[in-house]
Each structure stands twice: as C-alpha cells, then as structure tokens.
C-alpha cells in the first residue's frame, strides 16, 4: 500500500526557516516524480516544486525560486522541503505527492499526503 507522511509543519515568524519532509513508501517505479504543493485557505492548490528520485533533476515555482529547496535520499525514500526567508504569504498546508511526471497541475499525481501546516506570522 502506498503511503505518503509528512511531517515539519508548524508556527513559525516572519523570516525564518522550516524543514518538511515527506516519507514515501509503497511506491511503483513508474511514479519516478514527487511533488511540494501547498493550498491556502480560500485558493487553489499550488505547486511548489518537484524532484525526480531517479536523475534528481529539480523543478521550483516562481514564487518560491531562491527561498525554497527540495531534495530527495533515495536510500531512506524521503522527500524535503527546505523553506527559508518564510512570509506569511507562504502560509497554507503543504502537501507531497507522487506520480508519473512533474507538473504542476496536481491532478497529474496519483497519490497524496495528509498535508502540514505552515503558518507564518509577521
């Protein structure tokens, strides 16, 4: 059975950093992609960025180039997201996903986390 975990998720201020991570098992080789989102109260659900466990090539939104970075380690099947320079603006539940090819159209992934909230005050 597949199953995505994310963990991390919390209070933090205005300018500081969080680390999630995403525990992934269960996988099938061909969702080879993993996917960030994060969905604001109020808004739809927004791709963050992605990562491929086989080549480890990255892929980032606009809105979070150079204040977000996602990594993978094959060897413990996991997943992070390394947020610094936070603003409330970033405030949402953030969700990892997995499926065939990074997009960031959420309904190309098969399956999903719980999600973890961030919440960023000022």
């Known amino acids: 059975q597949v199953q995505l975990v994310e963990s991390g998720g919390g209070l933090v201020q205005a300018g500081g950093s969080l680390r999630l991570s995403c525990a992934a098992s269960g996988l099938p080789f061909s969702r080879d992609a993993m996917g960030w989102f994060r969905q604001a109260p109020g808004k739809e659900r927004e791709f963050v960025a992605g990562?491929?466990?086989?080549?480890?090539?990255?892929y980032n939104s606009d809105s979070v180039k150079g204040r977000f970075t996602i990594s993978r380690d094959n060897a413990k099947n996991t997943v992070d997201l390394q947020m610094s320079r936070l603003e409330p603006e970033d405030t949402a539940v953030y969700y990892c996903?997995?499926?065939?090819?990074?997009?960031?159209?959420?309904?190309?992934?098969?399956?999903w986390g719980q999600g973890t909230q961030v919440t960023v005050s000022s």
């Open positions: 990562i491929y466990w086989s080549g480890g090539t990255t």
């Open positions: 996903a997995a499926g065939p090819l990074v997009y960031k159209n959420p309904s190309l992934y098969d399956y």
